[in-house]
């Protein structure tokens, strides 16, 4: 396999996906750090040269770059164990995937960000109104994650895949984001079991 170069912010949820992905796999990763609240992925060098969009991650592989978390982590698992072989399993896994995108990450993931590390202080009016359709969207998603981890130990088929992987990295973090894991035992066991993984690594690893 070629070289392969992370440039992230390493506190970054969708980042750690790429960094979990690579190690459960074995796979070597470079890491270069981007200060995202110094705004150091907006520099005119960044968006000619890593990504336009001015976002992380971003995987490098040998020449090439692939933005978005997602799809960094569907090209280090591509072939491996963590993508399944039937075909509606794969679809299966794609739909827990866009969940996290669209259902997940824009309300857990965003709390987290506006409360650690922005702080209220900092916030915008705009975003101090959408704080409470946030925390219920987020709250409606770990819901819906519960209920379905309660018939069944990993969200797709019986083995961990990047459906697991994708949406393990901004909940097992989702308290502080004001979020209450109690609330929810499966998911918690959920997290248990992710942890347990040979090469786990943690968020600060």
Known sequence: MDRLVLHEYAESG???KVRLTAALLGLPLERREYD????????????????PNGRIPVLQVGDRL???SNAACFYL??????IP????????????????????????????????????EGLSDLQRAQVPAKRAAGVAALKL????????????????????IALYAYTHVAESGGFRLADYPAVQAWLRRIESLPNYIGLAD
């Open 14 to 16: 969708n980042c750690y």
């Open 36 to 51: 995202i609240l110094e705004g150091e992925t907006r520099t005119s060098e960044f968006l000619a040269r890593i990504n």
């Open 66 to 68: 692939i933005p978005e």
């Open 77 to 82: 698992a591509d072939g491996t164990r963590l």
């Open 85 to 120: 072989v039937a075909r509606l399993d794969r679809a299966d896994m794609l739909h827990w995937m866009f969940f996290e995108q669209y259902n997940h990450e824009p309300n857990v993931a965003t709390l987290r960000f506006w409360i650690a590390f922005v702080g209220e």
């Open 145 to 164: 994650m519960d209920a379905h981890l309660q018939r069944r130990d990993w969200f797709v088929g019986d083995a961990l895949s990047l459906a697991d």
